[in-house]
């Protein structure tokens, strides 16, 4: 019998071997609350956003699919499904506040594209850290050994939004013992 995920997170271009994701996987459960029986914590890494049309097509997709709830991604993936509406603001998923509790440098700002006026468009606005008349912030930047540089936010169609702030605190407190653990997985 297939469960659904209790939370499911795709992190696109890292390598994160799996024992690394396991054990991250193991803590997730345990931060949210979430047993055995309830689901599983998925961290799907891997992945690239932009090495292919097929690599890109698969993550599109899997975006898409209403599976996962939050994006971790280096900031030009990041501002690619930002802001072209895979993701939320923050401050439509009730966390605003961390809009006022980090410093602008930590908060990643998008504007989102109006395909209805100007059609297809080649390149996205990218402006990570200005805030504009037509930007919002959809993400925060993470500052451990493993996820340095990267940016977290939430999926637009994320399932399990109960759990949407606990999921998204585990990835922002740089836990010192998990981040150790992640590095000597990545050095093997």
């Known amino acids: 019998e297939k469960r659904e995920d209790a939370f ?3 992190v696109i271009d890292l390598e994160l071997p799996e024992e690394a994701a396991g ?4 803590e997730l459960s345990e931060a949210l609350g979430v047993s ?3 689901g599983k914590c998925r961290i799907e890494a891997g ?3 932009g090495a292919n049309m097929q690599s890109e097509a698969t993550v599109s997709a899997y975006l898409r699919s209403g599976r996962v709830d939050v994006l971790i991604a280096p900031e030009d993936q990041f501002n690619r499904y930002a802001s072209t509406g895979y993701l939320r603001p923050l401050k439509d998923c009730a966390l605003e506040e961390w809009e006022e509790a980090y410093e602008k440098e930590d908060l990643f700002y998008a504007e989102a594209v109006d395909y209805s006026e100007s059609g297809a468009v080649r390149d996205l606005p990218f402006r990570p850290h200005e805030v504009t008349k037509d930007s919002a912030c959809y993400g925060i930047y ?3 050994e ?3 540089g990267y940016v977290a936010g939430v999926m637009r169609n994320c399932p399990n939004a109960e759990r949407m702030k606990e999921g998204m605190e585990y ?3 740089a836990d010192s013992e998990r981040m150790k653990a992640g590095m000597e997985y990545q050095a093997e």
Not at 23 to 26: G, L
């Open 23 to 26: 054990r991250m996987e193991q």
């Open 142 to 144: 993470l500052k451990d």
């Open 171 to 173: 990835f922002l407190e």
């Open 8 to 10: 499911s997170v795709m």
């Open 146 to 148: 493993v996820f340095d």
């Open 47 to 49: 992945y690239s956003g």
């Open 36 to 38: 055995r029986e309830a």
